[in-house]
């Protein structure tokens, strides 16, 4: 008898399995800072059908997968565990169509989300999916982790965006549907089942996206509100005016302003010290629609001050602000970082609650909270001075605990992976989680695809 | 022993339970026109604690079960088998909650669409869902079978308004996320696989939608195409001109066009004739943007001809093509309607394959197409003088074939229900009916909730 790593190897070709020293390190670990760990091998697959031989071969010897794309996760969902075979789907990249007149792009899952990006964009549509890591990234880890980022108010979650999909299930069958078509109620829609599943269900390896018109004509401005209810009544203002325009309403709380002037040397974007900024971008086809609204709003005294962009420079200026977190780690030693939400209209209570924790607990720490307000989501980092794991336990519990108070969710984007698993049940119901496992068992009863992560 | 229907009387009360005689008509068939059939019972819930009972009363007893919604669906799904006991959630109604700064409506499952549109209009917004039966049809109906309309183009089907739901499962227990926020990936989405599975796998209880703006400064118009790729460029380039604001987007051939006229009375609405009129809806602020683009467009040409509405009689008088089918049965004995989608870029050719088809084999029989172009969906109609029932059953059996063949759904909209059951491998694989038959053995066991139907 060979062993599964033989197994697979005689399968798929010697090319096409590493072992040892000849697994990059970047297959040890995805970007959720847990220990790196070396999997028991990598299965590089070119195919669907090498997928689905690779995991009929796995699900047969009873040997446990994890699913590698981007490796950008923040949550450990494609972090290996010991023992465990990789399948990455690195090798299978690449964009096989873009149909202008059903609007749809269908790509191979590995495909990075920039590739995508601009096939859409060579066509003259536009991907609507968007976020920081997109060069790295990956389509199917996209789908996979139900992906948002900053157009969310505008174009949905990654959920969305998807008409069709093609998906290896736990026993190597492969199930496709590449639907381009918006209206399709043929039975069950099967492919909400594995979007936003991590990779617990199947796995995912080609794609259909819905493409959207390119907004034309957008303008940027960031503006000054007294709180959170301003916050929203402003985003109330912007849609009515503005209706399916609207595409980045983005807060950015007091604390982490005076980080990117106080820390990071930005300019201060206003004279006085407001409780949050917003910034705005929208497709109005003339700035001046954004400027005269804007003035409407100030006049109103809806937001107490605006700055409308009124060259590329500018809308760079703005979004600098936006963008201080990547910088992060040049002026904090270490930070515990949170993805949560919290309904709307609780927005401004929340943050209140973490603040006084926050300040209540560890005085000597900073913390910063920005996201984006449309879509109910808030970052929420904590900067303790020499921080070790149990402080960071401590705070984890604390802020998961004060989301839960306000029916909020433990993960807004990122995922639940394996880092979130301890705090599923705080945004989850039993009956809830009980009705998650029953989905696990029905399509993968030996537990073989990413074991330990979501569940 | 008591049998099912005192063991419900008995937990539920009498009034809540009917049999025999006092039994209305309506709850005898919905509205697919199979023969009427009475049920053994009708449970008529007051809550969801309610639902729970019947439904864990009818598991225990292997009682199978029928829901009802407002009965206005045309697959089957809700028409009652003989033996099977009716949950009708017609008492289970009221809007709950619109929580303004959420953007979100909490209703009953049994509430009427046309009541929770106006719930959210008099809060200044806007449900995303909307059809012609919407004084009937309930939430939870729609929800149930993912309903589409007119203006999907914009804010897709049923399960892109969803953003909660309470479930009964098959056995009584209760599954609540009555989630209010955008982004929320904590676990599975588990809401989606109630979302268009027509009660076969759950009773959905409440709903909590999101709700948009209301779109400002909408302008209609009628444009005359050559072809339906002429109607796909006109698509594009409205897209690209008004983005998010495009509303409606509805194609109507000249069959129809030709009934509208010379059978139903309609004025022409251009002096020539033309293969397919478009209905266009958009929010372009004022109407006279809309009429530039028309303008530009002609003269590029785009488009053959065009018309403005300049005031709601006009608007009217444009719509009254669109709804010339609601008055089919008073020049029409008979007739066989389809609603089926294929990919976009395939619909002028689908068009030609269908009136081919038909010429060719009933060249007596009238014959209609028309539907939602941006959604790729298409209603066709075939209006054979004296067809009975083995006629129908060609008559399907040719358009679906047709429709299979060009890669498209035999169901865009209306659901599979009873009456598409046979057809649906024509748009499925037998590995995604596997997978579907999956999910029911989890969900439903015993196969008790709505049996029969979609699988």
């Given at each position: 008898m060979?062993?599964?790593?033989?197994?697979?190897?005689?399968?798929?070709?010697?090319?096409?399995?590493?072992?040892?020293?000849?697994?990059?390190?970047?297959?040890?670990?995805?970007?959720?800072?847990?220990?790196?760990?070396?999997?028991?091998?990598?299965?590089?697959?070119?195919?669907?059908?090498?997928?689905?031989?690779?995991l009929?071969?796995?699900?047969?010897?009873?040997?446990?997968?994890?699913?590698?794309?981007?490796?950008?996760?923040?949550?450990?969902?494609a972090?290996?565990?010991?023992?465990?075979?990789?399948?990455?789907?690195?090798?299978?990249?690449?964009?096989?169509?873009?149909?202008?007149?059903?609007?749809?792009?269908?790509?191979?899952?590995?495909t990075?989300?920039?590739?995508?990006?601009?096939a859409?964009?060579?066509?003259g549509?536009?991907?609507?999916?968007?976020?920081?890591?997109?060069?790295?990234?990956?389509?199917?880890?996209?789908?996979?982790?139900?992906?948002?980022?900053?157009?969310?108010?505008?174009?949905?979650?990654?959920?969305r965006?998807?008409?069709?999909?093609?998906?290896?299930?736990?026993?190597?069958?492969?199930?496709?549907?590449?639907n381009?078509?918006?209206?399709?109620?043929a039975?069950?829609?099967?492919?909400?089942?594995?979007?936003?599943?991590?990779?617990?269900?199947?796995?995912?390896?080609?794609?259909?996206?819905?493409?959207?018109?390119?907004?034309?004509?957008v303008?940027?401005?960031?503006?000054?509100?007294?709180?959170?209810?301003?916050?929203?009544a402003?985003?109330?203002?912007?849609?009515?005016?503005?209706?399916?325009?609207?595409?980045?309403?983005?807060?950015?709380?007091?604390?982490?302003?005076?980080?990117?002037?106080?820390?990071?040397?930005?300019?201060?974007?206003?004279?006085?010290?407001?409780?949050?900024?917003?910034l705005?971008?929208?497709?109005?086809?003339?700035?001046?629609?954004?400027?005269?609204?804007?003035?409407?709003?100030?006049?109103?005294?809806?937001?107490?001050?605006?700055?409308?962009?009124?060259?590329?420079?500018?809308?760079?200026?703005?979004?600098?602000?936006?963008?201080?977190?990547?910088?992060?780690?040049?002026?904090?030693?270490?930070?515990?970082?949170?993805?949560?939400?919290?309904?709307?209209?609780?927005?401004?209570?929340?943050?209140?609650?973490?603040?006084?924790?926050?300040?209540?607990?560890?005085?000597?720490?900073?913390?910063?909270i920005?996201?984006?307000?449309?879509?109910?989501?808030?970052?929420?980092?904590?900067?303790?001075?020499?921080?070790?794991?149990?402080?960071?336990?401590?705070?984890?519990?604390?802020v998961?605990?004060?989301?839960?108070?306000?029916?909020?969710?433990?993960?807004?984007?990122?995922?639940?992976g394996?880092?979130?698993?301890?705090?599923?049940?705080?945004?989850?119901?039993?009956?809830?989680?009980?009705?998650?496992?029953?989905?696990?068992?029905?399509?993968?009863?030996?537990?073989?695809?990413?074991?330990?992560?979501?569940?």
């Amino acid at each position: 008898m060979m062993d599964i790593v033989e197994r697979l190897a005689a399968e798929l070709g010697e090319g096409r399995v590493l072992t040892g020293g000849a697994i990059p390190e970047r297959h040890h670990a995805d970007t959720a800072g847990l220990p790196p760990t070396a999997p028991r091998a990598v299965v590089l697959p070119r195919s669907t059908e090498e997928v689905s031989a690779a995991l009929r071969l796995c699900h047969a010897a009873g040997q446990p997968v994890v699913t590698q794309g981007g490796l950008t996760g923040l949550a450990g969902g494609a972090h290996p565990r010991e023992g465990e075979v990789v399948i990455s789907l690195e090798r299978m990249r690449g964009v096989e169509e873009v149909d202008t007149d059903c609007a749809t792009l269908t790509a191979l899952a590995g495909t990075p989300l920039q590739v995508v990006q601009e096939a859409a964009e060579a066509a003259g549509l536009l991907c609507g999916i968007d976020l920081g890591a997109r060069g790295s990234c990956t389509i199917g880890g996209n789908i996979a982790t139900n992906a948002g980022g900053n157009q969310v108010l505008r174009y949905g979650m990654a959920r969305r965006n998807v008409l069709g999909l093609e998906v290896v299930l736990a026993d190597g069958t492969v199930v496709r549907s590449l639907n381009k078509m918006l209206k399709n109620n043929a039975g069950y829609d099967w492919t909400q089942l594995f979007i936003g599943s991590e990779g617990t269900l199947g796995i995912v390896t080609r794609v259909v996206l819905g493409l959207h018109p390119r907004p034309e004509g957008v303008a940027t401005a960031l503006c000054a509100l007294g709180s959170a209810a301003e916050a929203l009544a402003l985003l109330a203002a912007l849609e009515r005016r503005f209706g399916g325009g609207l595409l980045v309403f983005e807060g950015m709380w007091r604390e982490f302003i005076a980080v990117a002037t106080e820390r990071l040397g930005q300019a201060r974007p206003f004279e006085a010290t407001h409780e949050v900024l917003v910034l705005v971008e929208a497709a109005v086809g003339d700035a001046a629609r954004l400027e005269d609204a804007l003035g409407d709003f100030v006049e109103a005294g809806l937001i107490r001050d605006a700055v409308v962009a009124r060259s590329g420079r500018d809308r760079a200026r703005l979004w600098a602000y936006r963008e201080t977190p990547y910088e992060y780690r040049t002026v904090f030693d270490r930070y515990v970082g949170f993805d949560v939400s919290v309904p709307r209209a609780r927005i401004g209570e929340a943050v209140t609650a973490l603040r006084a924790a926050a300040t209540a607990r560890w005085p000597d720490a900073a913390q910063v909270i920005f996201g984006h307000i449309a879509d109910s989501n808030l970052h929420v980092m904590v900067m303790p001075p020499g921080a070790d794991a149990a402080m960071k336990d401590m705070i984890e519990r604390v802020v998961y605990g004060i989301v839960a108070g306000f029916g909020g969710s433990v993960s807004a984007e990122h995922g639940i992976g394996r880092t979130k698993r301890p705090y599923l049940a705080l945004s989850r119901s039993p009956e809830e989680l009980a009705l998650m496992g029953m989905m696990k068992r029905a399509l993968d009863p030996s537990g073989l695809l990413n074991p330990g992560r979501v569940l």
